[in-house]
């Protein structure tokens, strides 16, 4: 029997592309309509935000904490979290969490490296691209990596916190992040990772200047292998 799957949810876009993700390609695994058990718990997003906001991450991981304890006890074998921005607060929640944790910058440095990228573009929100989240995993890889300008995480953190989290998809939003991806790609960048997990729903190889790593879906599969060959 596949293992059972906790999807520690943090905004709601995000992580039902996640699920839908696991729902839909469990079947390549597994045959026709079947995917894993997947359970999933979400606190209000409101509650994240005013962690972030006052640069509490020990409060981040107690709501992550929170959640990871919940689907322990529903059953769940082991977690994955379909938001970038939060994992700063992964070394806080790790060592104290009841269950195992896909991470979910480690699966994204890995397939970059799969795919013989070396300079990586990080998109996301401005608590994302000022994190250490992606440039510690990208230099444990020997990747480099490039941040956005300040101007740049300004205008894609406000498109992410305003439109994509509340399902709001515009066409200038998508010009928006082809700007700062063009760029990037001047400056040297071979791809670029979506590091909100929103930022899918707008963004893929057929409108983006650079080669995408979609954070989203390739959690959701790193999730369907560890549920299905462990």
Not at 199 to 211: H, K, V
């Amino acid at each position: 029997m596949p293992l059972h799957i906790g999807i520690v949810g943090c905004s709601a876009e995000g992580a039902a592309l996640c699920y839908r993700t696991i729902c839909a390609e469990g079947a390549q695994l597994l045959g026709p309509h079947a995917h894993p058990e997947v359970s999933m718990h979400t606190p209000s997003l409101a509650d994240y935000v005013a962690c972030l906001d006052r640069g509490d991450v020990a409060g981040v991981g107690e709501l992550m904490l929170a959640s990871a304890r919940k689907l322990a006890a529903a059953g769940a074998d082991f977690l994955v979290c379909p938001d970038n921005t939060i994992h700063q607060a992964f070394d806080h929640v790790a060592p104290r969490s009841p269950l195992r944790w896909l991470h979910i910058a480690d699966v994204v440095a890995d397939e970059a490296v799969r795919r013989g990228f070396r300079r990586i573009g990080i998109t996301g929100t401005r608590w994302l691209v000022n994190s250490e989240v992606y440039p510690e995993k990208f230099s444990a890889r020997g990747l480099q990596y490039l941040r956005p300008t300040d101007a740049e995480r300004d205008e894609t953190g406000r498109i992410i916190m305003d439109e994509l989290v509340c399902g709001i998809f515009r066409s200038e939003a998508v010009a928006s992040f082809q700007r700062v991806i063009e760029r990037m790609k001047s400056e040297g960048c071979d791809a670029v990772v979506l590091g909100c997990t929103e930022i899918p729903l707008i963004i893929n190889d057929a409108n983006s200047p650079l080669p995408t790593l979609d954070s989203t879906r390739l959690l959701a599969r790193a999730a369907l292998q560890c549920a299905v060959c462990a």
